[in-house]
T-cell receptor, first 115, second 113 residues
């Protein structure tokens, strides 16, 4: 079975550029989560969606970050303009909420470096 | 407020020995779930084991077991017969408020040959 698919795996870009991270959740999962992981701050939840609707975006750092989920099989996280402090690994995870014992399934992450 | 605490930043264990990774949680919810994840140096997050707040038996999955002490609000992960491939970061997480996950800061485990 295909897991959560994230692209790109690595992204290196210059400060001020727009960055778009993409995620395809596991088919049938109805929740999607975006996380950011750094050594200093650990794993931070940025935003999550239920049935394509954003539920909690309180973790989004600032207006430079935006996330969309236009349909059940695709989500994007956009940073515009990017800054060096945005350098991190960004994870997308999906989950089926039909049973309480279901874990979040993580993608392999996007390693983002802003120069 | 929901909170997960992992107080051991780093742990060492001899190969083939057992090791316990600590996790305490804080929630006012009666219904919640506890999850453990493994993150090897390659970076992916791998789900290991789940314990529900109403489960009376401790969860087990192969060499992983969860020592769940509800009154103490602890959910420690026990890895038996450690292997070199167990060297990784381990994260405890709690699901509360319906679908919201709270992660701890992680414990780095090193298995010594």
């Amino acid at each position: 079975d295909a897991g959560v698919i994230q692209s790109p795996r690595h992204e290196v870009t210059e400060m001020g550029q727009e960055v778009t991270l993409r995620c395809k959740p596991i088919s049938g999962h109805n929740s999607l989560f975006w996380y950011r992981q750094t050594m200093m701050r650990g794993l931070e939840l940025l935003i999550y969606f239920n049935n394509n609707v954003p539920i909690d975006d309180s973790g989004m750092p600032e207006d430079r970050f935006s996330a969309k989920m236009p349909n059940a099989s695709f989500s994007t996280l956009k940073i515009q303009p990017s800054e060096p402090r945005d350098s991190a690994v960004y994870f997308c995870a999906s989950r089926w909420t039909g049973a309480s014992n279901q874990p979040q399934h993580f993608g392999d992450g996007t390693r983002l470096s802003i120069l | 407020a929901q909170k997960i605490t992992q107080t051991q930043p780093g742990m060492f264990v001899q190969e083939k020995e057992a090791v316990t990774l600590d996790c305490t949680y804080d929630t006012s919810d009666q219904s919640y779930g506890l999850f453990w994840y493994k993150q090897p140096s390659s970076g992916e997050m791998i789900f290991l084991i789940y314990q529900g707040s109403y489960d009376e038996q401790n969860a087990t999955e192969g060499r992983y077991s969860l020592n769940f002490q509800k009154a103490r609000k602890s959910a420690n992960l026990v890895i038996s017969a450690s292997q070199l491939g167990d060297s990784a970061m381990y994260f405890c997480a709690m699901e509360a408020h319906g679908n919201q996950f709270y992660f701890g800061t992680g414990t780095s485990l090193t298995v010594i040959p």
